[in-house]
């Protein structure tokens, strides 16, 4: 009995919505932790908290072929950001002492690093044009970006969705600056800490900071996996790839979730203020807004599920090529085989051949 389309196509949106819902993504079959987002994917994934116009020349360089400068993956940028904002939680009720002091050397270290990190990005001369005339010409292309633009663009960088539990965490490389009381010190503030300390401790690697994260890494891994297809590139998806681009895909799925991210939080914060004030009215408000925000995440999801189809119809397609290779391997192994043996009275006629001349040389030499 074949499955319904319909039926099909909101079972796989209700799995990409547990998962996101869950902030978490199962490792794979082995038990390793998903491979970071490829560099392109952590770009486009960024592009959605750009303006317009920064957004359209990034994308024109990468289609135009042009090179970001590397980072060595931009998740590091994300771990930085997320350690920094855990010592400024952790310093702010610290009184001082030894453990305060630590996490605030930490927090100066990790500045540096990041600082470093946007210098390299923002003003690579190997990468922007920096001389006047190389500038006009990039802007003729519609390609060039100003050191703001770029700035913005690794800002943006920073919020790359990244699993949270990768490394040893802040918690593990501040007590690695630390010693004895402070140590012991630290440990007791862990222990009272928020859900994030401990996901940022290292303990699931799986695990995101929100829906929104765990929902762009599922699209950018997406993408990945299109764009890293042998047969996505081959002729046999040409129709497929006129109809569509995983890059824009996913930036315009980026900039829908951005925005679904940014009205939450501020419909959080307006209900919380709400409630200060005890106007049940002004809740009730917010509620019915956050209500209407409902059918935009839904279509989020279906897209996202949309990208998932395709990898898996690329992988069935993998496997059913790989097949049909090995058929025509095995056809053209019983050719072979079959014109070798078809030889076989050319070569006893060469062979008789051969132990002839030998006899007659025998005989000539008596």
């Given at each position: 009995?074949?499955?319904?389309?319909?039926?099909?196509?909101?079972r796989r949106?209700?799995?990409?919505?547990?998962?996101?819902?869950?902030?978490?993504?199962e490792s794979?079959?082995?038990?390793?932790?998903?491979?970071?987002?490829s560099?392109?994917?952590?770009?486009?994934?960024?592009?959605?908290?750009l303006?317009?116009?920064?957004?359209?020349?990034?994308?024109?360089?990468?289609r135009?072929?042009?090179?970001?400068?590397?980072?060595?993956?931009?998740?590091?940028l994300?771990?930085?950001?997320?350690?920094?904002?855990?010592?400024?939680?952790?310093?702010?009720?610290l009184?001082?002492?030894?453990?305060?002091?630590?996490?605030?050397?930490?927090?100066?270290?990790?500045?540096?690093?990041?600082?470093?990190?946007r210098t390299?990005?923002?003003?690579?001369?190997?990468?922007?044009?920096?001389?006047?005339?190389?500038?006009r010409?990039?802007?003729?292309?519609?390609?060039?970006?100003?050191?703001?633009?770029?700035?913005?663009?690794?800002?943006?960088?920073?919020?790359?969705?990244?699993?949270?539990?990768?490394?040893?965490?802040?918690?593990?490389?501040?007590?690695?600056?630390?010693?004895?009381?402070?140590a012991?010190?630290?440990?007791?503030l862990?222990?009272?800490?928020?859900?994030?300390?401990?996901?940022?401790?290292?303990?699931?690697?799986?695990?995101?900071?929100d829906?929104y994260?765990?929902?762009?890494?599922?699209?950018?891994?997406?993408?990945?996996?299109?764009?890293?297809?042998?047969i996505?590139?081959?002729?046999?998806?040409?129709?497929?790839?006129?109809?569509?681009?995983?890059?824009t895909?996913?930036?315009q799925?980026?900039?829908?979730?951005?925005a679904?991210?940014?009205?939450?939080?501020?419909?959080?914060?307006a209900?919380?203020a709400?409630?200060?004030?005890?106007?049940?009215?002004?809740?009730?408000?917010?509620?019915v807004?956050?209500?209407?925000?409902?059918?935009?995440?839904?279509?989020?999801?279906?897209r996202?599920?949309?990208?998932?189809?395709?990898?898996?119809?690329?992988?069935?397609?993998?496997?059913?090529?790989?097949s049909?290779?090995?058929?025509?391997?095995?056809?053209?192994?019983?050719?072979?085989?079959?014109?070798?043996?078809?030889?076989?009275?050319?070569?006893?006629?060469?062979?008789?051949?051969?132990?002839?001349?030998?006899?007659?040389?025998?005989?000539?030499?008596?």
């Amino acid at each position: 009995m074949t499955s319904d389309p319909a039926d099909m196509r909101a079972r796989r949106a209700d799995t990409v919505r547990t998962i996101a819902e869950s902030t978490r993504i199962e490792s794979d079959r082995s038990g390793r932790a998903h491979e970071p987002l490829s560099d392109r994917a952590a770009l486009l994934v960024a592009l959605g908290r750009l303006d317009e116009e920064t957004r359209g020349i990034a994308l024109m360089r990468l289609r135009a072929g042009r090179k970001f400068p590397a980072l060595g993956g931009f998740g590091t940028l994300r771990l930085i950001t997320e350690e920094l904002h855990w010592i400024d939680g952790r310093t702010a009720v610290l009184r001082t002492g030894p453990t305060r002091l630590a996490l605030l050397q930490r927090h100066v270290l990790l500045e540096r690093r990041l600082g470093s990190y946007r210098t390299r990005f923002v003003m690579s001369s190997g990468h922007y044009a920096s001389g006047v005339r190389a500038i006009r010409r990039e802007r003729r292309e519609g390609i060039h970006l100003d050191v703001d633009q770029r700035t913005a663009l690794f800002e943006a960088l920073r919020h790359t969705p990244t699993p949270l539990g990768v490394g040893p965490g802040p918690l593990s490389r501040a007590r690695g600056i630390l010693g004895g009381a402070a140590a012991e010190r630290l440990d007791t503030l862990h222990a009272r800490g928020a859900d994030v300390v401990r996901t940022l401790a290292g303990t699931d690697a799986d695990r995101f900071a929100d829906r929104y994260d765990t929902l762009l890494f599922l699209a950018g891994m997406y993408h990945d996996r299109i764009l890293s297809s042998r047969i996505w590139r081959s002729d046999l998806f040409a129709v497929a790839r006129a109809q569509l681009d995983p890059g824009t895909e996913l930036v315009q799925i980026a900039v829908d979730v951005v925005a679904l991210a940014q009205l939450d939080a501020e419909l959080t914060a307006a209900f919380e203020a709400q409630g200060d004030m005890v106007d049940e009215e002004g809740r009730r408000e917010v509620l019915v807004r956050r209500a209407d925000l409902i059918p935009v995440w839904d279509q989020v999801i279906d897209r996202v599920a949309a990208l998932s189809r395709v990898v898996d119809e690329i992988a069935v397609a993998e496997i059913e090529h790989r097949s049909l290779d090995a058929v025509q391997r095995t056809v053209g192994l019983d050719q072979r085989i079959d014109d070798l043996i078809s030889r076989s009275g050319t070569r006893e006629i060469s062979a008789d051949n051969t132990h002839s001349v030998s006899d007659q040389i025998s005989r000539d030499t008596l």
